[in-house]
């Protein structure tokens, strides 16, 4: 064996092994090979007097992938390190390095940000040590990450019986339960608008009120609206009459964020499913017989396209659409424009998606679809829009109508099915005609609460306040439904969005933590963790450091909590104790809420909350021929009827019950 190369997935290796031909064995580890372990204080795995050194332990379902690539390894001539291009996958090839015996310094970790020939090829002929910087930055994210959230999740399972708190998880909970205090706190305030209706040459337009006398209209009742009406009063002088072509900029190419959010609102993709289907696309899918990789690294903050990449999309428009249809791509100044990462992107401008559509899952088209053609657009011309603006004078009010044509479609030739608008055609109107109202009216509106959160929107609210990195949000929403936290919902039955909305038990959890932690679980404290993960990553911090002052800041807020934070006593039943007397109280357990003894651990009475049915029985007048007692007809938990003897369990007489109907048995269960 020449070379043994390992990635994380099994679908890339496909793809890449393909590439790199007999030379090479390409082989996976199935994402992370080991985590902190759970020994020492406090299960952490995370000597804190020693410079917080962490403790690794071997997954107990990689033990066979570690032992196999340690043969694989031993054999080869090098192995090549080439996880996922980002912090998470540095430190993956890190722990395969430390694993493996092999050298982090050795320029043996490859890194591609598209799974294409090219991109893989180029990769290997220009490997690189491991980044310690990097794997530096993932390992104090995982360090503070795993003392919150063993502290915390120990802390409040203790005093209010919730499963998990976390770093980023309990700063998204906090969100949404702030937005629900604001809606439930929420006035609405009365407002009126009031708008004109006109034609001119059989064609039928409005206008509304922007100003009166000289300001904008603020019209709190009826009677106000109804004395504005009165005052407006033909005819109406057209002030002004403007026509201007406006252009219309094409959107930048998805970030992880931006695609997570489009696709929820565009595709109705729930964030989970639409990094699952990209994470497909990028790792590889079979074309007329060949694996390759149809995006580009699907977790990326950067909106930058490669010169090479332009280039063929250019020539490609050109060649499809002509030579007006290209435009000038506007890269986004950020600080992420000038790093390895590209926008997400298609790797090849060739594979059009209705021609490789046959080739794609349902999800995988739809996805790749909107990728490719967001890609596409981002490098066309802008939409040319004529625009009249026309403004009505009558007394002290000043009325508006606004229209506008498109008159050229530039990068919405590609991209208008994601962006529909319509045409709104004024008559020919000019600067001091006079025309009369047909109807002038008002409208009733109240001030509307803030918007409850869908997935769309918390991506983007947790991305604007730089709350976690957008890798992690399809986890993030995850967790804090799966405890229990918040519901996925629609509102009310005239809804037709889903959105958050906090259960009793996230609501208890977020205000407990805003109670005694609310220095360090907060938007701005988090977003700042953020900045220092970023700032070890780029050899700026040190991370013991980091790490030190983020546990002295949490130990004594933990302590006060233990001491002052009221414990939550389990609800009770009303009911007594069988055994000992005492009052019997509702607790959670493993696999839910269950009946016990308020006198535990003294009194181990428990039952499950609700009482199992009772079997159903009949009696027979028949006795059992083994021990003369009656015979029971019963229905057992399968649904088949059976005869029984009532003296069980001491006579174990039972036979089947021909005069019903078999239903099904268990393997192994089948009575003769």
């Given at each position: 064996m020449k070379g043994l190369v390992i990635v994380e997935s099994p679908a890339k290796s496909k793809t890449i092994g393909k590439y790199l031909g007999k030379d090479y064995t390409v082989t996976a580890s199935i994402g992370h090979i080991c985590d902190l372990a759970t020994t020492g204080p406090g299960g952490l795995g995370i000597d804190v007097e020693h410079d917080f050194t962490p403790t690794y332990a071997i997954n107990k379902d990689k033990k066979n992938i570690v032992k196999e690539l340690k043969d694989l390894s031993s054999k080869a001539d090098v192995t090549y390190l080439a996880t996922d291009p980002d912090r998470e996958g540095e430190a993956i090839s890190w722990h395969l390095a430390r694993e493996l015996g092999l050298d982090p310094e050795a320029l043996t970790r490859v890194e591609f940000h598209e799974i294409t020939k090219k991109a893989v090829t180029n990769a290997f002929e220009n490997p690189r040590k491991i980044d310690m910087d990097l794997v530096k930055s993932q390992e104090s994210r995982r360090v503070l990450d795993r003392i919150l959230g063993f502290k915390l999740s120990k802390l409040l399972n203790n005093k209010i019986k919730s499963k998990s708190a976390g770093r980023v998880q309990s700063v998204a909970l906090k969100l949404i339960v702030d937005r629900e205090k604001e809606i439930k706190a929420f006035k609405p305030e009365e407002y009126w608008t009031v708008q004109a209706k006109f034609e001119k040459d059989g064609m039928a337009f409005d206008a509304d009120l922007t100003k009166a006398n000289g300001e904008k209209p603020h019209i709190a009742n009826k009677e106000e609206a109804d004395r504005v009406i009165a005052e407006s009063v033909n005819p109406f002088t057209v002030i002004s009459a403007e026509e201007k072509v406006k252009n219309k900029k094409p959107h930048l190419v998805f970030t992880t964020s931006t695609l997570q959010q489009e696709a929820s609102t565009k595709l109705g993709f729930a964030v989970k499913r639409t990094m699952r289907t990209a994470q497909s696309l990028y790792e590889g899918v079979s074309i007329g017989g060949d694996l390759t990789g149809l995006i580009t690294y699907m977790r990326t903050d950067s909106t930058r396209l490669s010169p090479e990449f332009m280039a063929a999309a250019k020539e490609f428009i050109v060649n499809r659409y002509g030579k007006q249809y290209t435009g000038y791509y506007r890269q986004k100044n950020d600080s992420n424009a000038q790093d390895a990462h590209e926008g997400i992107r298609p790797a090849h401008i060739e594979y059009v998606p209705e021609e490789i559509k046959d080739s794609l899952t349902s999800d995988q088209y739809k996805l790749y679809r909107f990728i490719y053609y967001r890609t596409l657009a981002a490098l066309m011309a802008d939409a040319k829009n004529s625009v009249t603006n026309i403004l009505l004078n009558t007394g002290a009010y000043e009325y508006t109508a606004q229209g506008h044509t498109q008159v050229f479609d530039g990068y919405l030739k590609v991209y208008a099915e994601y962006e529909a608008s319509k045409d709104v055609v004024l008559p020919k109107i000019t600067e001091n005609d006079l025309l009369d109202a047909k109807k002038v009216e008002g409208e009733q509106h109240f001030t509307e609460p803030p918007?409850?959160?869908?997935?769309?929107?918390?991506?983007?609210?947790?991305?604007?306040?730089?709350?976690?990195?957008?890798?992690?949000?399809?986890?993030?929403?995850?967790?804090?439904?799966?405890?229990?936290?918040?519901?996925?919902?629609?509102?009310?039955?005239?809804?037709?969005?889903?959105?958050?909305?906090?259960?009793?038990?996230?609501?208890?959890?977020?205000?407990?933590?805003?109670?005694?932690?609310?220095?360090?679980?907060?938007?701005?404290?988090?977003?700042?963790?953020?900045?220092?993960?970023?700032?070890?990553?780029?050899?700026?911090?040190?991370?013991?450091?980091?790490?030190?002052?983020?546990?002295?800041?949490?130990?004594?807020?933990?302590?006060?909590?233990?001491?002052?934070?009221?414990?939550?006593?389990?609800?009770?039943?009303?009911?007594?104790?069988?055994?000992?007397?005492?009052?019997?109280?509702?607790?959670?357990?493993?696999?839910?809420?269950?009946?016990?003894?308020?006198?535990?651990?003294?009194?181990?009475?428990?039952?499950?909350?609700?009482?199992?049915?009772?079997?159903?029985?009949?009696?027979?007048?028949?006795?059992?021929?083994?021990?003369?007692?009656?015979?029971?007809?019963?229905?057992?938990?399968?649904?088949?009827?059976?005869?029984?003897?009532?003296?069980?369990?001491?006579?174990?007489?039972?036979?089947?019950?021909?005069?019903?109907?078999?239903?099904?048995?268990?393997?192994?269960?089948?009575?003769?």
């Open positions: 918007q409850r959160y869908t997935e769309a929107r918390l991506v983007k609210e947790m991305e604007k306040n730089g709350i976690g990195r957008p890798s992690t949000y399809a986890d993030i929403i995850d967790k804090i439904q799966s405890r229990g936290y918040v519901e996925l919902k629609k509102p009310n039955d005239n809804s037709k969005t889903k959105v958050f909305i906090p259960t009793e038990q996230g609501e208890l959890t977020s205000g407990k933590l805003d109670e005694f932690f609310k220095d360090m679980i907060n938007v701005k404290y988090t977003a700042k963790m953020e900045d220092s993960l970023d700032e070890i990553a780029e050899g700026k911090m040190d991370h013991v450091s980091f790490e030190r002052d983020f546990y002295n800041k949490l130990m004594p807020l933990l302590d006060n909590a233990y001491k002052n934070m009221e414990k939550k006593e389990p609800e009770k039943t009303g009911e007594v104790c069988p055994e000992c007397g005492k009052e019997l109280v509702i607790r959670d357990g493993r696999f839910g809420k269950f009946i016990s003894c308020s006198g535990y651990p003294d009194c181990k009475y428990h039952r499950p909350l609700e009482e199992k049915k009772k079997t159903e029985t009949i009696e027979l007048e028949e006795t059992c021929p083994e021990c003369g007692a009656k015979l029971l007809k019963r229905k057992s938990r399968y649904g088949n009827w059976f005869i029984g003897c009532s003296n069980f369990p001491k006579c174990r007489y039972i036979r089947n019950d021909e005069s019903e109907p078999k239903k099904y048995y268990p393997k192994g269960r089948k009575r003769k």
